[in-house]
């Protein structure tokens, strides 16, 4: 669900490193700050596949298309297993199995309002719980993420959906917990995401922690105001304005000088000096920098400087996507933009008739084998289909054949939620390719 807030749970965390973000989107044409995108729109079919399993658990059969706001939208088979992979948390939850008894809760896509708790006008800050999950001594919040990337359930998204969740377990006249919630002593945020490197992960706190959040969200959305400044960073990723916005692109100069120069302390305004804000950066001062600094043979380069210029590159690289987009635009467009121009991209190859006359044709010299060959179908496709899907014991002996490996080593900023690997030498040596193409003998 969609909401027009001034701030949003999924949105919170931009708001708070950048107070002129709701200013500079709202400047944003309506139909491009909600634009949907084939993965925004994949993730609301499986949200609605899952909330519609959560209310018929026991039916045979999945839709074949859900309601999206007054658009059906179809779903696949690769919805609807991960929408089954995702409710399979909750459907043997205690709270689920228990809903309706006392002291015992279970909601799916529950609105919550958050706003009114933070000093906000009532319905200027909401959000929806992909499900609520209420046992004796524990609320539970839970949030399906369909995505592969790794996501913590210790988020300040989740953390602004459990301010709204417990609040509508008190009683607004005692301010005391209603009586059946009344043992409700740990927050529980919970993330189910069925292609990430972990299908679920939870995190714990006291609910004495409660109050220290509300704190620090009052505090946060109390500089959300006209005229805020924008505090450009990582986070414009996700920001409709970060095309347009101007303070970015002073900032991805900045980012560029301060690459290859150590960045010298900021002074406090007062004994007579204040602060001169720096200027905007132009595509010239930019290019020059470019220029200038980007020449440098990396083997020179300290430890130090690598860890600095992988910083600032993380907003510049940010910049620059959104300037090649723009740029394509322009193009598609009909519009000049000087020095590019739109050219015919590369050839793909195919098959000038349908299978049946193509393959006829080949067999003429080459054999069945060669036109079809056998590859072992992976993991991740195998779990997909209906043989597997068909009966629990089938998914429960089609793990068995599953081993997960560890993955591949990469560089990630120090901000990232996946714990840290002890690298030993010679672990990103390169490993040799190896092919074969003989068929095992037992086929």
């Not at 973000?21 to 309506?30: D, F, N, Q, Y």
């Not at 700050?33 to 499986?46: L, Y």
């Not at 130090?304 to 635009?329: M, N, S």
């Not at 496709?381 to 591949?408: C, H, M, N, S, W």
Request: hydrophobic letters at 35%; aromatic letters at 6%.
């Amino acid at each position: 669900m969609q909401h027009t807030n001034l701030v949003s749970p999924s949105k919170y965390e931009r708001r708070a490193k950048c107070a002129g973000s709701h200013e500079a989107e709202m400047a944003v044409p309506k139909e491009e700050r909600n634009k949907d995108t084939p993965a925004s729109i994949q993730g609301t079919v499986r949200h609605l596949l899952a909330e519609w399993r959560f209310a018929n658990p026991s039916s045979p059969d999945w839709p074949e298309t859900v309601d999206d706001n007054g658009t059906d939208r179809a779903a696949s088979q690769d919805d609807i297993v991960a929408a089954e992979k995702a409710f399979g948390y909750v459907k043997t939850h205690k709270a689920y199995l228990n809903r309706g008894q006392t002291g015992f809760l279970a909601h799916a896509e529950r609105t919550v309002e958050i706003g009114k708790w933070v000093g906000l006008e009532e319905g200027s800050f909401a959000g929806t719980a992909d499900a609520v999950l209420v046992q004796p001594g524990v609320v539970e919040v839970v949030d399906y993420k369909f995505g592969r990337w790794l996501v913590s359930p210790d988020s300040w998204q989740f953390k602004t959906l459990a301010i709204g969740v417990v609040a509508e377990l008190i009683d607004p006249v005692t301010g005391a917990f209603l009586p059946e919630y009344a043992q409700t002593r740990v927050i529980k945020l919970t993330v189910v995401q069925p292609e990430g490197p972990e299908m679920v992960r939870s995190a714990e706190f006291n609910l004495d922690v409660l109050g220290e959040w509300m704190q620090t969200v009052r505090d946060d959305v109390a500089r959300i105001k006209p005229g805020a400044p924008r505090t450009p960073g990582d986070w414009c990723k996700f920001c409709a304005a970060a095309g347009t916005c101007r303070e970015r692109m002073r900032s991805a100069g900045v980012a560029l000088e301060s690459m290859f120069e150590e960045v010298p302390e900021t002074k406090p305004p007062g004994n007579g000096e204040d602060k001169t804000p720096a200027p905007i950066a132009t595509v010239d001062s930019i290019t020059e920098l470019a220029e200038a600094r980007m020449t440098q043979d990396p083997e020179e380069l300290t430890p130090e400087e690598i860890g600095r210029i992988c910083d600032q590159a993380l907003l510049v690289e940010g910049w620059f996507k959104d300037i090649r987009k723009r740029r394509d635009e322009l193009l598609t467009a009909g519009q000049a933009v000087p020095g590019w121009k739109l050219v015919e991209g590369r050839k793909k190859r195919e098959w000038a008739q349908d299978e049946a006359a193509t393959v006829t044709r080949l067999k003429k010299w080459l054999s069945v084998a060669d036109i079809y060959p056998k590859v072992l179908i992976s993991p991740a496709k195998a779990e997909k289909l209906e043989g597997v899907q068909k009966t629990k014991l089938r998914q429960q002996q089609f793990k068995e054949l599953i081993q997960t490996t560890d993955g591949k080593p990469v560089a990630a900023p120090e901000s990232d939620p996946r714990p840290s690997v002890n690298q030993p030498s010679g672990m990103f040596e390169p490993v040799a390719e190896q092919a074969t193409t003989d068929i095992p003998d037992f086929l």
